[in-house]
């Protein structure tokens, strides 16, 4: 298979999306694969820093990436999305839409998501000075059926690497191994 993939890591805050995204890019960049990562927080700084966190703002971003994605790939690209997209709905789009598209669930537990709190999110919204934090007062739909979960809070990064990288190399008709 010559055609890029979408690989779509979906969790809650501090769950391990970007730590996961970076570790798997540069295992397939070792291999020789075209990698483009495309994350969250990047996205939202660099191309629409003014769209909020509204079901339907959260949504346009899911259907947003999910374009860039789909050009990239379309280049032979394997694109690793690293993005809350809390909404079930939203993603099933994608399935629906996206050929190559491998949905990675990052499983944490919220109570172990807020113990990491890499960027002071759930403190703020502990505060009440950050409202609508996705696991605290604003919904997270775990995917029904994933092609990978890794559950973060015991499995260690390699681990999760070592599975998402596996999924990804199958999908393309290649063995974890060379
Ligand atoms: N197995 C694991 N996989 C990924 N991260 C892990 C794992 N075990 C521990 N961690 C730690 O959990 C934290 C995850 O933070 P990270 O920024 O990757 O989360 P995120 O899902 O991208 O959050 P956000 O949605 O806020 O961007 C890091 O500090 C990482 O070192
Ligand atoms: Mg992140």
């Not at 709905?89 to 050929?99: I, P």
Request: proline letters at 6%.
């Amino acid at each position: 298979m010559t055609t890029g993939q979408v690989v779509w890591l979906t969790g809650l805050p501090s769950a391990g999306k970007t730590t996961l995204a970076r570790a798997v890019g540069h295992r397939l960049r070792a291999r020789g694969l075209p990698v483009e990562l495309l994350d969250g927080d990047v996205v939202r700084r660099e191309l629409w820093p003014e769209l909020g966190f509204s079901r339907d703002a959260r949504d346009t971003n899911v259907r947003r990436v999910g374009f860039i994605a789909e050009l990239l790939a379309r280049h032979g690209v394997v694109v690793i999305v690293a993005l809350v997209s809390p909404y079930a709905a939203a993603r099933a789009e994608l399935r629906a839409k996206l050929s190559g598209f491998l949905e990675v669930f990052v499983d944490c537990p919220i109570e172990e998501c807020v113990r990491r709190d890499v960027k002071g999110l759930y403190a703020r919204a502990r505060a009440g000075v950050a409202r609508g934090v996705t696991g605290i007062d604003d919904p997270y739909e775990p995917p029904a059926s994933p092609e990978v979960v890794v559950h973060t809070d015991r499995e260690d990064v390699e681990q999760c690497v070592e599975r998402i990288e596996s999924q990804i190399l199958a999908a393309r008709g290649l063995g974890a191994r060379p």
